[in-house]
């Protein structure tokens, strides 16, 4: 196995880099897997459903998916560049040996191996009892597999389902059959389809009428394994007038081979249901010279599908070699909101093209999008929306701000908004500013007595409080903490 | 004595700005340095106040800390601002995201956490803040408004003299404070500053015209050219400097 590398040897030079001392999640777990062959292929999709004792029906959603992506491109309309990707060269599924996960077994803790604890524990997500968040209900998925969950008979109580996708398929296959692929249809896209045909496993949320969910659902994401794709499928319904709060982080091993990351999440919210959903994303970045990282191809989507109903995207994208990555909202149902508030920070040689879609069908939907990002080294930071109104859209609303910070000579920044109006009483505002940070700004805050440290902190909260506001207080902090640490030391 | 610039010379990008410049400074006692541009009156300044960008090649600073004597050199300029040290900029920087307001209360207990003093709550704060304000005719929004964003020139110096009284330091550099103010905003940046001055703090004021020194009365007048002190002298020296310029040195 080999070693972290965070721990051999000291920079050279005396600037430290942001891979040498940052990426303190790059470590590898030593746990014994086990990993499907690489390659992909019907024969590959048929093991995989059996090896997750999946019914009929979802096998047969998996080869109409497969059989449809093989006939699709990969896109190329990002403004990103890498390397193609072999389809053929990774593995579609590797999980730790051992029962959990795979029957939809009970997973108590006693049941999850010490690697797996020690892991979580080492990425400040402690699974033990005594240490448990209190008022976060947590699922783990650890390369393919869900490994653990906990707050299991408080959410029982009140009828919230959480659980890993393939416990759902198997316990609740009525709810997961009514919705998956109801918001992205495996048709959407190229990764979509992909993912449609080899998802391994995911998050799946149930909130029944009129609940709000007692605490915070969150899953954490943790790519180990090598050349292994993570392709996670999350579904969240809420149902009439419910709540749900629901937080995802990632993390990643420093690996110099690249890492593919394709997730569909689908969101549902009935007649005055809310669904906020925020994502913390650090997967590893690659190092400096932009080898390594993780493609991370995702597809986030929402349909606000009863009347007056509200999903919201709050995302912190700090990781990633390279990221495509719109979560939108679907605003069919009459009133319904959608909002979409983004920091996204690129350093190095990362690549983000991110945004959003809002598509207004149902009469006075309103939506907001408010975008920052900061783009630091050789990095580029695209802001990639679009903003589209139906002729049924009677009475629609968007406000959009996007605004970028540049840090350095060399980084990129760019707003691409699509703007489509169909019905003549939509009101559409488009904001965008573009700011850099300079020495002289930090020189002068140094000047009135702040740290380096504490200058930077105050110029990108100062950037992006508007988006934190939108995160739940502990992420809120855990983010800051994020940009600050990855700022630090590309500026000055 | 507060500050003591010995022999100092200094150069940026390769260039030699200081060749050689003296200075003593004692609490209580108001500075002005005149000189023709470029002869390197900004550097100094910032050289005091620790940019980056200056190499300092000879010579040494010591500033009074706790009744010693310290080499200014081995304080990050944070640190320098913490011990009292404060550079009224001629072109101050903008930083959106960050109220003036928010800068002031960060600043300010930076500072005290420095001096070993308590805090002061934001509540608190914010009434010290709007009182002095008021003495300078800054209107209260300008306080939550980004630090010198979209302020006229007038603004932006008015900004920088509040920033003078809320952190209260020891010494103070004021560089080109006059530069692009109209008359009306050139008394109250005098008053500002007038109201600063006492026995146990020193202001300089690095200018180029005698307006601003009918306005604040310096003690000592010292004109710098080619990176030295040519000559210090009282108020004699300024009204010969309006009258023959530069030339004579």
């Excluded at chain 1, 992909?40 to 080869?63: H, N």
């Excluded at chain 2, 109220?99 to 010290?128: C, H, W």
Aim: with cysteine; glycine share 8%; proline share 3%.
């Amino acid at each position: 196995m080999s070693q972290n590398k965070e721990q051999e040897g000291l920079p050279t030079s005396s600037e430290v880099r942001l891979e040498d001392r940052e990426y303190q999640y790059g470590f590898i777990t030593p746990i014994e897997s086990e990993t499907f062959a690489k390659g992909l292929s019907e024969e590959i999709i048929k093991k995989l459903s059996q090896k997750k004792q999946e019914p009929a029906w979802v096998l047969d959603y998996r080869l109409k998916a497969y059989r449809y992506w093989v006939t699709l491109n990969e896109p190329t309309w990002a403004q990103v560049n890498y390397e193609k990707i072999d389809f053929n060269e990774l593995s579609y599924y590797s999980a730790p040996k051992q029962k959990i996960g795979e029957e939809g077994a009970s997973k108590s803790l006693e049941d999850i191996d010490p690697e797996l604890l020690k892991t979580f524990e080492r990425l400040g997500i402690p699974l033990s009892e005594q240490k448990r968040l209190t008022g976060v209900a947590m699922d783990l998925v650890f390369d393919s597999v869900s490994v653990g969950q906990t707050h299991t008979d408080l959410l029982e109580k009140h009828g919230v389902i959480f659980c890993s996708i393939s416990e759902a398929i198997q316990k609740y296959p009525e709810i997961v059959k009514k919705y998956l692929g109801s918001v992205v249809p495996y048709t959407d896209n190229f990764y979509a389809a992909l993912n449609s045909a080899v998802f391994t496993d995911g998050s799946f949320v149930f909130i029944p009428k009129g609940v709000k969910c007692p605490v915070d659902l969150s899953t954490y994401f943790r790519i180990n394994a090598k050349e292994t794709g993570q392709f996670e499928r999350t579904l969240v319904v809420a149902e009439e007038g419910s709540f749900v709060n629901y937080l995802e982080g990632c993390t990643a091993p420093q690996r110099d081979e690249y890492q593919m990351h394709a997730a569909v999440v689908e969101l549902v919210a009935m007649d005055f249901a809310e669904i906020k959903y925020s994502t913390v994303q650090n997967w590893y970045t690659g190092d400096k010279k932009g080898r390594g990282g993780v493609y991370n191809f995702v597809t986030k989507r929402g349909k606000c599908q009863g009347q007056s109903s509200k999903i919201s995207w709050t995302q912190v994208e700090s990781g990633s070699a390279v990221t495509w990555k719109y979560p939108s909202c679907v605003l069919l149902g009459d009133h319904s909101e959608g909002a979409f508030y983004s920091v996204a920070l690129t350093h190095d040689y990362m690549q983000a093209d991110t945004g959003t879609k809002m598509i207004h069908i149902g009469k006075n939907t309103k939506s907001t999008i408010l975008s920052k990002g900061i783009s630091t080294g050789n990095s580029r930071n695209i802001y990639r929306g679009l903003v589209k109104v139906m002729p049924s859209a009677t009475g629609a609303r968007n406000h959009s701000q996007c605004d970028s910070m540049l840090v350095g000579a060399k980084s990129k920044a760019l707003t691409i908004p699509y703007i489509e109006v169909k019905n003549s009483t939509a009101v559409v505002e488009h904001e965008a500013s573009t700011s850099r940070v300079s020495e002289e700004q930090l020189f002068y805050l140094r000047s009135r007595g702040l740290d380096q440290e504490k200058a930077v902190s105050l110029l990108v909260n100062g950037f992006c409080k508007d988006v934190f506001t939108h995160l739940p207080l502990e992420f809120s902090v855990e983010a800051v903490k994020l940009i600050e640490l990855k700022l630090e030391n590309s500026v000055g | 004595m507060l500050l003591n610039v010995k022999n100092l010379k200094a150069q940026i990008d390769g260039k030699q700005i200081l060749k050689g410049l003296s200075l003593q400074i004692n609490a209580g006692e108001v500075h002005a340095i005149m000189g023709p541009n470029g002869s390197g009156k900004s550097s100094l300044s910032k050289i005091i106040s620790g940019h980056a960008g200056y190499e300092v090649t000879e010579g040494e600073i010591e500033y009074e800390i706790n009744f010693k004597m310290k080499n200014l050199f081995e304080l990050e300029p944070h640190e320098r601002a913490q011990e009292g040290i404060f550079l009224g900029f001629q072109y101050p920087v903008e930083v959106p995201g960050v109220t003036n307001m928010m800068l002031l209360f960060e600043s300010y207990n930076a500072i005290m956490l420095r001096q070993g003093v308590e805090p002061m709550a934001q509540d608190e704060f914010n009434k010290v803040v709007q009182q002095k304000a008021e003495f300078l005719g800054i209107k209260e929004d300008y306080l939550y408004r980004g630090v010198n964003v979209g302020f006229s020139g007038g603004e932006k110096k008015r900004n920088e003299i509040l920033q003078l009284l809320v952190l209260n330091p020891r010494l103070a550099f004021l560089d080109e404070i006059d530069s692009g103010l109209d008359i009306d905003a050139l008394k109250v940046v005098s008053k500002g500053v007038n109201f600063f001055k006492n026995k146990n703090n020193a202001v300089v004021l690095v200018t180029h015209y005698q307006r601003l020194l009918d306005y604040i009365k310096p003690d000592f007048v010292h004109v710098l050219s080619d990176g030295q002190i040519k000559v210090s002298g009282g108020m004699e020296l300024v009204h010969k400097l309006e009258k023959q310029g530069y030339d004579w040195l």
